[in-house]
């Protein structure tokens, strides 16, 4: 191995790193710092001990996993901690895809991987769920590597993603075409901006579920607003107290969404998930520190 290996393997699989992290974690944030670490204890190694190394990337995926469970409990604890919802990272659409797919419905499924229904419903399971379940039926290491991984034999390994997949599978949705969510999502948009109650309980669907999550730093409704009627009025009154907001649409991994800006400074991000062309949830971020993927970038 040359010295300039090293660096090219990080590089290479930083994507895929990042990618593994986010869903165990839900924040780029703690992805980000997930890699971080991986990587100096890669750059730890002297040549040798990386020449002993037969998979680099078999490496990484490891210390990566390892870092994330430990990770993952913290986090837990202090979200048991903190008041009010707790919602994933709202992230870019195709942010870690290989590719472009030219179908844009391949590019809804890719998405859907990372959604935030999905995510919600792996922040339910325990750590060791999620890191078995992320690590074999998205990334296909198989149970032995897994068990390795977290601790466990084989079979319990196998035990754990299976349960976990129980779990994703009670709460799987269908993907729907993007033409079919742009449309409900945008005339929500019109009926929310002209204060059209009557057509925005038409967007609705009757037990729709708003979920706000101002990560303890902006102050939003502190429970779940469930029923088209009060989640209409709810949305109306944040509309009304915050009449200089204006709307900008954004592309994330569960589609159209609105990128909600004060002058030119981007303050929250409000997502949905739509079935049988009705909206069944609206995800409101407006912790700052979940934004920062959408903040433009300076010059170099």
Same mark, same amino acid.
């Given at each position: 191995?040359?010295? +300039?290996?090293? +660096?090219d393997v990080a590089v290479h699989e930083r994507r895929r790193l990042l990618s593994l992290a986010y869903r165990m974690t839900g924040t780029l944030a703690d992805a980000e710092d997930i890699v971080q670490e991986t990587y100096i204890r890669w750059y730890r190694l002297d040549d040798r001990e990386r020449n002993a190394i037969r998979v680099p990337a078999a490496w990484l995926t490891h210390v990566a996993s390892r870092i994330a469970l430990d990770l993952i409990g913290s986090a837990h604890a202090r979200r048991e901690q903190s008041s009010g919802q707790w919602l994933p990272e709202p992230v870019p659409a195709g942010l870690f895809a290989e590719g472009t797919p030219a179908d844009p419905?391949?590019?809804?499924?890719?998405?859907?991987?990372v959604n935030t229904a999905l995510l919600l419903v792996l922040e339910s399971m325990?750590?060791?769920?999620?890191?078995?379940f992320v690590l074999?039926?998205? $990334?296909?290491?198989? $149970?032995?590597?897994?068990?390795?991984?977290?601790?466990? +034999?084989?079979?319990?390994?196998?035990?754990l993603a299976t349960a976990a997949r129980?779990?994703?599978?009670?709460g799987r949705t269908?993907?729907?075409?993007p033409g079919e969510?742009?449309?409900?999502?945008?005339? $929500?948009?019109?009926?929310?901006?002209?204060g059209d109650i009557t057509a925005l309980l038409r967007t609705l669907a009757p037990e729709v579920e708003a979920r706000a999550d101002g990560g303890d730093v902006v102050r939003v409704a502190p429970n779940v607003v469930r029923g088209s009627d009060r989640v209409a009025r709810y949305l109306l009154g944040v509309l009304q107290k915050q009449p200089d907001i204006r709307f900008e649409e954004l592309r994330t991994a569960d589609g159209l969404a609105y990128g909600m800006l004060a002058g030119d400074t981007l303050v929250g991000i409000t997502a949905f998930h739509v079935e049988d062309a009705r909206i069944t949830d609206v995800w409101i971020v407006m912790d700052p520190?979940?934004?920062?993927?959408?903040?433009?970038l300076e010059a170099d």
């Open positions: 191995m040359n010295a +300039s290996e090293p +660096s419905l391949e590019h809804a499924v890719r998405d859907d991987e325990t750590p060791l769920e999620r890191v078995a074999h039926d998205v $990334f296909a290491v198989p $149970f032995a590597e897994v068990a390795e991984i977290i601790g466990r +034999s084989a079979p319990a390994a196998r035990q129980r779990r994703v599978r009670a269908r993907v729907v075409e969510h742009e449309d409900v999502v945008r005339a $929500f948009q019109v009926a929310a901006r002209e520190r979940k934004l920062t993927a959408w903040m433009p």
